[in-house]
């Protein structure tokens, strides 16, 4: 049972090859498939709707080998936060001036070993940041990013990232002082921003602190948009290049001849992945009980940790959809009772659905192995398995 409402031009038709592939195969644990064919097709679409604005992979959304290699061999640049996904990258051939080290919170060993490795564009939202960064990375680019409002984002990146608008002249006046070159702006609109036309309120406050500080002298040349490219999960959205041309006329009305960076994470790979898993239980807690309970061998520890506060609602496939239907609370296998992935908002699951049933988790390709690297309680994490 799927909660699809017409998809978007572009998204991909189901089953997927990862849908197919699962179906033809066993798997002894949740095991995340995915088809890297899906993440260059999805490169060049958000290419072609950026134009020449520079993407940067945000690595965090799924930091697979074989994700990171395609996307290097597609041409594309990396946005990391830490020096494991640096080396990540650089390990597997990319340039060192293809690497934007993206998180305003870093490591002052970490900067170190970026200025070594050739690293040389840093985001920083703090004074005690700039002065990591000059210690360790000294006349580095950096760009300022900026805390950014945005309510409709259903994955809001909102209040831990990014200083205050007035903040942000006195940063790049600092940053100046200190030897560094203040060459911009960041900000992120929020993750899974469904539509194009919800950047606007955005862009006009971040555009507001551009003007301001190039009329304080400051010669910015970069803007850095960050991610919040959607990926389908049941709710119209637009198709990725159309998405991507209408963000970029967007920021080129605003922000005239600035050079312009992206760093698409969830919009990259989620619809690159399928989710194999099974049922575990269906129960009743008693007789009168309106719900069933529905137990998966997958849960918020391993992998679904975007189902907290039910903000990413993913799409279920099972082979017995076509039967009658109803209301479940979806939850996790763990003994925590924080792991309970749907309840607000029951999801529709077949009636006929019972223990050792295969379960599909359609467009599951960022933000679940990326947050599964522990077994808690026992559960392994989340097995990943390239086409
Ligand atoms: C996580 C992150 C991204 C990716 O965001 P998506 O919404 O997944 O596209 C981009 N930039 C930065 C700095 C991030 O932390």
């Known amino acids: 049972m799927l909660f ?99 998180n305003t919170v870093k490591r002052a060993s ?52 990014g200083c205050a608008p007035d903040a942000a002249i006195r940063l790049m006046d600092m940053a100046r002082a200190l030897g560094l070159v203040p060459v911009g702006l960041s900000f992120h609109v929020g993750s899974q921003t469904r539509k ?55 920021v080129a009305a605003r922000f005239p001849g600035a050079r312009i960076m992206a760093e698409p994470g969830r919009g990259m790979v989620a619809e690159a992945g399928a989710i194999a898993c099974e049922v575990m239980l269906v129960s009743k807690k008693h007789d009168t009980d309106m719900h069933r309970w529905v137990y998966l061998d997958i849960g918020k520890f391993s992998g679904l940790a975007e189902t907290i506060d039910e903000a990413i609602r993913y799409q279920f496939a099972t082979p017995r959809d076509g039967d009658p239907a109803g209301p479940c609370v979806l939850a996790g296998p763990s003994c925590d009772s924080a792991d309970v992935l749907y309840e607000q908002r029951p999801v529709l699951l077949p009636l006929t659905l019972k223990a050792g049933d295969r379960v599909v988790i359609r467009n599951a390709g960022a933000y679940t192995s990326s947050y599964s690297s522990v077994g808690f309680n026992g559960f392994p994490p989340l097995e990943v398995l390239v086409l």
Not at 203 to 218: E, F, K, M, N, S
């Open 4 to 102: 699809s409402g017409p998809a978007a031009s572009e998204a991909v038709s189901f089953p997927s090859r990862a849908e197919r592939f699962i179906a033809a195969n066993r798997f002894d644990q949740p095991t995340l498939v995915l088809d890297t064919d899906v993440v260059a097709e999805r490169f060049r679409a958000l290419q072609a709707g950026l134009g020449d604005a520079a993407i940067h992979y945000a690595v965090k959304a799924n930091p697979e080998r074989a994700v990171v290699e395609r996307l290097l061999a597609e041409g594309s640049n990396f946005d990391a936060a830490s020096r494991g996904e640096i080396e990540l990258c650089l390990s597997l051939g990319a340039r060192p001036a293809q690497i934007s080290f993206g």
């Open 110 to 161: 970490d900067i170190a070993f970026a200025h070594a490795a050739g690293v040389r564009l840093f985001a920083a939202d703090a004074e005690e940041e700039l002065e990591k960064i000059a210690e360790h990375a000294p006349g580095a680019e950096v760009y300022i990013r900026l805390l950014v409002d945005n309510p409709a984002a259903d994955w809001p990146l909102s209040r831990k990232f």
């Open 196 to 250: 194009a036309a919800m950047w606007t309120g955005v862009l006009d406050d971040v555009a507001a602190v551009w003007h301001a500080a190039r009329a304080a002298g400051h010669d910015l040349s970069l803007i850095n948009i960050g991610g919040g490219f959607p990926a389908f999960y049941g709710e119209v959205v637009e198709a990725p290049a159309i998405y991507a041309a209408q963000v970029r006329a967007q």
